[in-house]
């Protein structure tokens, strides 16, 4: 891998819970995904990022931790995770983790301790603080899951409340106390030392709060502060080699985004305005263009994102079905070629769509604190095979249920046909290697008004990889180049001298030698 391997990488997401499941408790975990790391080098990606699997209570399936220095037993332990990493590592494949900073659980230690008596030292460690003149919350910031931000606190002679911008279990740290600055950069080493490649940074907008707790939801977010710590943490990071971050800067403002990444602040942030890009051509040009003219000014590297565990996957939102999936793919070919970190997120290569969970199955804490359908449709588990109830994935009953989709875009099926989405993923990671290194100057984005998005980039031979994707639902045809070859396409595309003849949805890389 070339050195600042993170800017160019193909970075798989592992929902952990739901990828593979080794003991048969219907809940994925670490010897499951480690049997299944094969599947990940023959798919053709660098690095995948664990979700959380540290000691929880799940009631944010992980991202409620209790001990970020150990392992749940529902996925393992220590042990399991140092042979994960070893086992990928030798197949040169690297790991990102999951760090949670924003809170922790009511259950980790410190809140304990913080909940015990009223003059715990502890308590500075979070945001506890007295109610309105009225006996209500200190202000009007709301949960994401829903409802006040605001809990009363629960201890013993406590009358105020405190702060939890996620679920009530989810208290938030005080970021202007020390201490908790301390025992993070600690636990960014714990994990460093044991050869993580990097963090995946969760909610790396949030952390501070506006300092008097004024109400509106501006006051309760992205607040200049935060840019500390990531100075902080990248003094950590560059003690090692090779390491990374990558934020989960949940904001749609790309200008904004692109001010938490540089040399000095977190190497890469997640752009979700690509997520919330429709399947247009317009809009398709008018955001990649932005992106990569913001984040390469940033010296950092864009990252390309349309599904991951929060988001409704993109097939559902292109349209579904084998439209859905032809858009899907061909924009997720459109990203694979442009310079950049591309970020896939479990069972896209298989074109899955949001699964339909009955209300009854339903446990994201979203549906459960405001009766929003929630997130569980994105977290289904695997289908690894087409034979039920388990699929491969589990010998029990997995954790949320299959849908019908699992019996025929399986991995298994979908791997022994070559037309398959899986077989089209592979291709498409395949080509990507052989030109990543070699991205040189800008893409030149053609100046179009129809449904095609054409870009050229240069490769440091002198050859040129024009891509182009049709968005409309109609076969196009276009002139190209008489010598252009055709290195890979998401669905039919011919090539005939001078001419390239482009499906519906559908992408096609052409490289044009010199
Ligand atoms: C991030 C995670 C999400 C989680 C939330 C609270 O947005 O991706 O799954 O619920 O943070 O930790």
Redesign the pocket.
Known sequence: MPAEWWRSAVVYEIYVRSFADADGDGVGDLAGIRGKLDYLVDLGVDAIWL?PFYRSPMH??G??VADPRDVDPMFGSLADFDGLLHDAHARGLRVYV?I?P??TSNEHPWFRAATANVDAPERERYLFRAGAPDGGPPNDWES??GGSAWSADPTPGGTGYYLHL??AS?PDLNWRNREVRAEFVSLLRYWFDRGVDGFRI??AHGLFKDSRFRDGKANAWDQDEVFDIWREWRKVADGYDERAFVG?V?LYDMDRVAQYVGRQKLHQAFNFVVARTSFDADAIRTTLRRALHLFLRHDSAPTWVLS???LVRHVTRFGGGDLGRRRGLAFTAMLLALPGATYLYQGEELGLEESDVPPDARQD??WLTSGRVG?DGARTPMPWTSDGPGFGFTTGTPWLPFDEQANTRDARSQSGDGTSTLSTYRRLLAARREIRHRWSGSPRWADRTDELVVVEQELSDGSTLLVACNCADDTVTLPVPAAAELVVATDHADLDGGSLTLAGATTGWLLLRR
Request: a negative charge; zero cysteines; hydrophobic letters at 30%.
């Open positions: 979700t944010d399936h991202y409620d999951d949670v924003n809170h994401v899951f996620f679920d989810q969760d909610v989960e949940f991951n565990h929060d804490p979203v997130r």
